[in-house]
Structure formats: structure tokens, C-alpha cells
């Protein structure tokens, strides 16, 4: 069985930062890509950043220089720093995790998703 534990978010005022962690745990061979999504009300989910395992990082277009995505492989967690936050960045955020996991001796990745967590920036 594969989780995937998000923590960090919560209200915080326009310009204030907050700091989102990710941690996979169960029985698996590996992480590769890890990344961050984020759904509004009303809006489609959009990407906000991901990275490999190489620590290669993407981000979406409204969150860059602000957003900063890293990793501890060691430990399979993701981490998402968010400065200069805006009321904008308002929305669930969700963590995802390309797993890969031993069965039969064979390798498989699968998709896996956190809970989300709900970030509010506001005065």
C-alpha cells in the first residue's frame, strides 16, 4: 500500500510565505517524478511545479520566481516553498507521485495523489 501524507498549508496574508511537504510511504522501489497541482473553485486543476528525481524542476507560468519545488530522495518527500504569496494562489493543493513499485519481479509506475491541502491567502 502506497500514501502519500501532504502537510504545511493554512491561511496565511498576501506577500506571506508558506511551506508544503509530500512524504510517500508503503512498499515501494522508488519515486520518480514528485509535483504539485492546484484546483480553485470553479477552476480545472493546474499544474504548479514537478520534479524528477534528478531534481529537474518545471514550473506553471503564474507561480515562477516565486515558487520553489525540492526534494529529499533519501526520504521520498517533496517539498513546495511559496513566497510572495497572492490571494490568486488560493485553492487545494494537491501532491503526486510517479511510484514505482515490485510485483512478480517486474517494475511497474503508477500515479498516486495526496489528500490535498487547502492553502488560503487572504487579508
Known amino acids: 500500500q502506497v500514501q502519500l501524507v501532504e502537510s504545511g498549508g493554512g491561511l496565511v496574508q498576501p506577500g506571506g510565505s508558506l511551506r508544503l511537504s509530500c512524504a510517500v510511504s508503503g512498499s515501494i522501489f522508488g519515486v520518480n517524478a514528485m509535483g504539485w497541482y492546484r484546483q480553485a473553485p470553479g477552476k480545472q486543476r493546474e499544474l504548479v511545479a514537478t520534479?524528477?528525481?534528478?531534481?529537474?524542476?518545471n514550473y506553471g507560468d503564474s507561480v515562477k520566481g516565486r515558487f520553489t519545488i525540492s526534494r529529499d530522495n533519501a526520504n521520498n518527500t517533496a517539498y513546495l516553498q511559496m513566497n510572495s504569496l497572492k490571494p490568486e494562489d488560493t485553492a487545494v493543493y494537491s501532491c503526486?507521485?510517479?511510484?514505482?513499485?515490485?510485483?512478480?519481479?517486474?517494475?511497474?509506475?503508477?500515479?498516486?495523489w495526496g489528500q490535498g491541502t487547502q492553502v488560503t491567502v487572504s487579508s
Open positions: 520534479i524528477t528525481s534528478g531534481g529537474s524542476s
Open positions: 503526486n507521485a510517479k511510484v514505482v513499485r515490485m510485483h512478480r519481479w517486474v517494475l511497474n509506475e503508477d500515479d498516486y
